[in-house]
């Protein structure tokens, strides 16, 4: 059982930076494969980024490539997400999710998921 706590989101203008940390509960967190997701007003939830158990494998989704960067720290059960150059259509409530297989992009890969953070990015 893994459980999952968001934090870091809030209002920022376009162009500014943001990040967001997940801590995670259990000794089992290196073990997961973690994601980011996002969700809009009206809209589905969407994958944002994923990273491997050992971080030798991340992925991110076209819309933030080269924006935003998914890390993980094992040792202190953290995963993050530097947003850099932020834009009003990054504005969404931001969950983080874990994984006992692979880190993939279906958001039905993933078995635990924490309440959310919101991200608003003003123009």
């Known amino acids: 059982q893994v459980q999952l706590v968001e934090s870091g989101g809030g209002l920022v203008q376009a162009g500014g930076s943001l990040r967001l940390s997940c801590a995670a509960s259990?000794?089992?967190?290196?073990?997961?494969?973690m994601g980011w997701f996002r969700q809009a007003p009206g809209k589905e939830r969407e994958f944002v980024a994923a990273?491997?158990?050992?971080?030798?494998?991340?992925s991110n989704t076209d819309s933030v490539k080269g924006r935003f960067t998914i890390s993980r720290d094992n040792a202190k059960n953290t995963v993050y997400l530097q947003m850099n150059s932020l834009k009003p259509e990054d504005t969404a409530v931001y969950y983080c999710?874990?994984?006992?297989?692979?880190?993939?992009?279906?958001?039905?890969?993933?078995?635990?998921w924490g309440q959310g953070t919101q991200v608003t990015v003003s123009s």
């Open positions: 999710a874990a994984s006992r297989g692979l880190a993939t992009r279906d958001k039905n890969n993933y078995a635990y």
């Open positions: 990273i491997g158990w050992s971080s030798s494998l991340t």
């Open positions: 259990g000794r089992t967190f290196s073990s997961y494969g």
